[in-house]
């Protein structure tokens, strides 16, 4: 079992910028990838980004040039920082992680965080 405890959502301005943290109870090294997902009112859940352990990352398309993920390994934390953010990314965002590792044998388990919720006013 990994828990995940996600922090730093809150209330915005469009244009500004937030930092969410997802800190793992499990080295994230024993995690194949990690990554944010988010889901608005009325919408489907939708990849933000994702970083595995080899350091490959990748974004949707509507996030790409203002957030960056990323990770810190020492604090089983891995970071989504939002820049430029617009109203249309208001939504909740939920940490994931997805495989884990234990010796030479990768589990294929799906776990989430409870969610944060990112609101950026316009």
């Known amino acids: 079992q990994v828990q995940l405890v996600e922090s730093g959502g809150g209330l915005v301005q469009a244009g500004g910028s937030l930092r969410l943290s997802c800190t793992a109870s499990?080295?994230?090294?024993?995690?194949?990838?990690m990554g944010w997902y988010r889901q608005a009112p009325g919408k489907q859940r939708e990849l933000v980004a994702r970083?595995?352990?080899?350091?490959?990352?990748n974004s949707a398309d509507s996030v790409k040039g203002r957030f960056t993920i990323s990770r810190d390994n020492a604090k089983n934390t891995v970071y989504l920082q939002m820049n430029s953010l617009k109203p249309e990314d208001t939504a909740v965002y939920y940490c994931?992680?997805?495989?884990?590792?234990?010796?030479?044998?990768?589990?294929?388990?799906?776990?989430w965080g409870q969610g944060t919720q990112v609101t950026v006013s316009s």
């Open positions: 970083i595995t352990t080899a350091g490959t990352t």
């Open positions: 499990r080295s994230i090294n024993s995690i194949n990838a």
């Open positions: 994931n992680a997805v495989g884990v590792w234990v010796g030479a044998l990768l589990y294929a388990d799906t776990f």
